[in-house]
C-alpha cells in the first residue's frame, strides 16, 4: 500500500509549525483517529497521550487533545514518558488508542506523533491509511454531542508505574549493587524515570542529559552524540555508561574505556547469553538490512540466525512477529525484546546488558566487543528537493558500485524516511574499496542533488 503523505516510516514527522507538524494537522489526527477507535457501544472511551520535552509538545498536545475530545474520547496525559512507556500503558490501562508526542533522536525543531493500538503495538499502514483518508474528509461527521464530549485528566502516577514495569525486567536474583552506571537522558522524555530506576535497583548513578529546557534535547547528547557519555564515564570512572535518544527508545552503550557499542554489539551479547540460557526464541534474531556483516557471522557460529528487513523497527517487530522470534533491534540501538515490550526500550535493554555484567563479574570491555566489525562506512547526503535516487548519474554510479563489490560485499542506498536525506551504506572485507565506492556514490547523489 501506497503511504499516505501525513505519515512517514514512523509516524507523522517534521519542523514544527509547518506542514505537517502543525495545530491543524494535530487536531485533524485527533478527531480522525477517534471517530475510527471508537466502537459503536455506550462505554467512554479512553486514549492516552505521551510526549517529550520539546517546546512545540505544548502546541500539539493541546490540538490533539482538542480533536479527541470533540468526538468523545476521553484522554490521559502522562507528560514527558519514553515512547516505549506510552505503548505499555496503552495497553494495560485498556486504552483504545495511544499517543506519542515525539520527533526521537531529531533536534528540538522537529516534532512528531506516534500512533499506538490497544494492543500496544504501532499502527499498521493500512490503519494510517484509514485515518488519512479521514484526515481530509467529513470532519464535521460524528462530532460528539455537548453531554457526550470526552474528559480529559493528567495521570501523575504514569511515571510511577512504568518504573516499576522497568524495574521487574531485571532477574530477581540480580541487584545492581555496586556498579558506578553514567545515564546520558538525552535531556528527553526519561530524564526522570530512567536515573530512578537504575537507582532503586541499587546502582550509583550519575546523571547527565537530564535538565531540559525545551530546545536542548538531543544537543550534543544522548545516543547519537555519545561524545557525552564517554567524557562522564571517564570523569568518574564508571564502570558502564547508558545514552538513550530523545524518547528512550533508544540506546547506546560506552564500556568503562570510553568505547562506543552499537546496537549490533548489543543484540550479540543479549542473544548469546539467551542462548545460552534457552531463552532465546525463533531460532535467531531479527535486524534490519543495515546491521554489520560481523553479526550475521556471529550468529551463525552459534548456529542461529540473523533475519534482515527494511529499515525501522515497526519491520522488524513485524517479522518478529511473523517467526515468533523475542529479540530484533537496529544497529542504531533500537532493541526490541518482545518478551517485555511491543516497542524498541533503551533503559529495558539496558537492563539486559547490566544483567550480563553483573553475572559475567566481567568488566564491560570485555563484552563490548562479541564480534568483529566487518568494514563498513555511513555518509548521509541532504538534499532540498526532487529525487536523486531517480538520476541516471546516481542510478549509474551505484550499479558500478555492485559490479566492483562483486558479491564480496553489500551497498544500500535508501531515502531517509523521516528526514531529506540520501542514505549510504557500503561493507566488505575490503575497507579501501568501501570507502572509494561510499565517496563516488555520495559524490554522484551531491551532483544530482545540485550540492
Keep these: 500500500m501506497t503511504r499516505a503523505s501525513y505519515f512517514g516510516t514512523d509516524g507523522i514527522r517534521g519542523q514544527a509549525n509547518l506542514f505537517p507538524m502543525t495545530a491543524e494537522v494535530a487536531l485533524r489526527v485527533g478527531m480522525a483517529a477517534g471517530k475510527l477507535f471508537r466502537s459503536a457501544d455506550d462505554r467512554r472511551h479512553l486514549v492516552v497521550i505521551g510526549k517529550d520535552t520539546r517546546l512545540s509538545g505544548y502546541m500539539i498536545e493541546p490540538a490533539l487533545v482538542a480533536g479527541l475530545t470533540s468526538v468523545g474520547m476521553d484522554v490521559r496525559l502522562f507528560g514527558p514518558l519514553p515512547t516505549p512507556a506510552v505503548a505499555m500503558m496503552t495497553r494495560s490501562?485498556?486504552?483504545?488508542?495511544?499517543?506519542?508526542?515525539?520527533?526521537?533522536?531529531?533536534?528540538?525543531?522537529?516534532?512528531?506523533?506516534k500512533l499506538f493500538g490497544p494492543d500496544g503495538y504501532k499502527l499498521s499502514d493500512a490503519m494510517e491509511a484509514r485515518i488519512e483518508a479521514h484526515m481530509d474528509e467529513g470532519l464535521q461527521e460524528g462530532l460528539a454531542g455537548p453531554k457526550q464530549l470526552g474528559r480529559v485528566a493528567r495521570m501523575d502516577e504514569a511515571q510511577a508505574r512504568y518504573i516499576e514495569i522497568v524495574k521487574a525486567t531485571l532477574p530477581r536474583a540480580l541487584r545492581l549493587t555496586g556498579l558506578r552506571v553514567v545515564i546520558d537522558c538525552a535531556h528527553g522524555a526519561a530524564y526522570r524515570?530512567?536515573?530512578?530506576?537504575?537507582?532503586?535497583?541499587?546502582?550509583?548513578?550519575?546523571?547527565?542529559?537530564?535538565?531540559?529546557?525545551?530546545?536542548?534535547?538531543?544537543?550534543?547528547?544522548g545516543s547519537t552524540h555519545p561524545g557525552a557519555l564517554v567524557a562522564a564515564v571517564r570523569?568518574?570512572?564508571?564502570?558502564?555508561?547508558?545514552?538513550?535518544?530523545?524518547?528512550?527508545?533508544?540506546?547506546?552503550?560506552?564500556?568503562?574505556?570510553?568505547?562506543?557499542?552499537d546496537g549490533d554489539q548489543i543484540m550479540a551479547l543479549i542473544a548469546a547469553a539467551w542462548a545460552d540460557q534457552r531463552r532465546l526464541a525463533g531460532g535467531g534474531v531479527v535486524a534490519t538490512v543495515m546491521?554489520?556483516?560481523?553479526?550475521?557471522?556471529?550468529?551463525?557460529?552459534?548456529?542461529?540466525?540473523?533475519?534482515?528487513?527494511?529499515?525501522?523497527?515497526?519491520?522488524?517487530?513485524?517479522?518478529?512477529?511473523?517467526?515468533?522470534?523475542?529479540?530484533?533491534?537496529?544497529?542504531?540501538?533500537?532493541?526490541?525484546?518482545?518478551?517485555?515490550?511491543?516497542?524498541?526500550?533503551?533503559?529495558?535493554?539496558?537492563?539486559?546488558?547490566?544483567?550480563?555484567?553483573?553475572?559475567?563479574?566481567?568488566?564491560?570491555?570485555?563484552?563490548?566487543?562479541?564480534?568483529?566489525?566487518?568494514?563498513?562506512?555511513?555518509?548521509?547526503?541532504?538534499?532540498?528537493?526532487?529525487?536523486?535516487?531517480?538520476?541516471?548519474?546516481?542510478?549509474?554510479?551505484?550499479?558500478?558500485?555492485?559490479?566492483?563489490?562483486?558479491?564480496?560485499?553489500?551497498?544500500?542506498?535508501?531515502?531517509?524516511?523521516?528526514?531529506?536525506?540520501?542514505?549510504?551504506?557500503?561493507?566488505?572485507?575490503?575497507?579501501?574499496?568501501?570507502?572509494?565506492?561510499?565517496?563516488?556514490?555520495?559524490?554522484?547523489?551531491?551532483a544530482a542533488a545540485g550540492g
Excluded at 93 to 113: C, Q, Y
Excluded at 204 to 218: A, D, L, Q, R, T
Excluded at 330 to 347: C, K, N, R, V
Aim: charged share 25%; proline share 3%; aromatic share 4%.
Design 93 to 113: 490501562m485498556r486504552a483504545d488508542l495511544g499517543v506519542m508526542i515525539s520527533a526521537s533522536h531529531n533536534s528540538f525543531a522537529d516534532n512528531g506523533i
Design 235 to 261: 570523569e568518574y570512572r564508571a564502570d558502564i555508561g547508558i545514552a538513550l535518544d530523545g524518547d528512550a527508545d533508544r540506546l547506546v552503550i560506552c564500556d568503562e574505556k570510553g568505547q562506543v557499542v
Design 291 to 446: 546491521s554489520n556483516l560481523g553479526l550475521e557471522r556471529f550468529l551463525a557460529a552459534r548456529g542461529l540466525a540473523l533475519e534482515r528487513t527494511a529499515v525501522g523497527d515497526r519491520s522488524v517487530m513485524a517479522r518478529m512477529r511473523e517467526g515468533a522470534f523475542n529479540l530484533g533491534g537496529e544497529a542504531s540501538g533500537h532493541i526490541i525484546m518482545s518478551d517485555y515490550s511491543t516497542t524498541g526500550d533503551g533503559l529495558i535493554a539496558a537492563l539486559q546488558v547490566l544483567a550480563e555484567l553483573v553475572r559475567s563479574k566481567k568488566p564491560m570491555s570485555a563484552l563490548a566487543r562479541q564480534f568483529e566489525p566487518a568494514p563498513q562506512r555511513l555518509e548521509n547526503v541532504r538534499f532540498s528537493g526532487g529525487a536523486p535516487l531517480e538520476s541516471a548519474g546516481v542510478k549509474a554510479a551505484i550499479a558500478q558500485a555492485e559490479t566492483k563489490l562483486n558479491g564480496c560485499g553489500r551497498l544500500l542506498v535508501r531515502a531517509s524516511g523521516t528526514e531529506p536525506m540520501i542514505r549510504i551504506m557500503a561493507e566488505g572485507d575490503d575497507e579501501k574499496l568501501i570507502r572509494q565506492l561510499v565517496r563516488e556514490i555520495a559524490g554522484a547523489v551531491k
Design 193 to 221: 524515570v530512567a536515573p530512578t530506576a537504575l537507582w532503586e535497583l541499587g546502582a550509583e548513578v550519575k546523571e547527565i542529559g537530564v535538565s531540559p529546557n525545551g530546545f536542548n534535547i538531543n544537543e550534543e547528547c
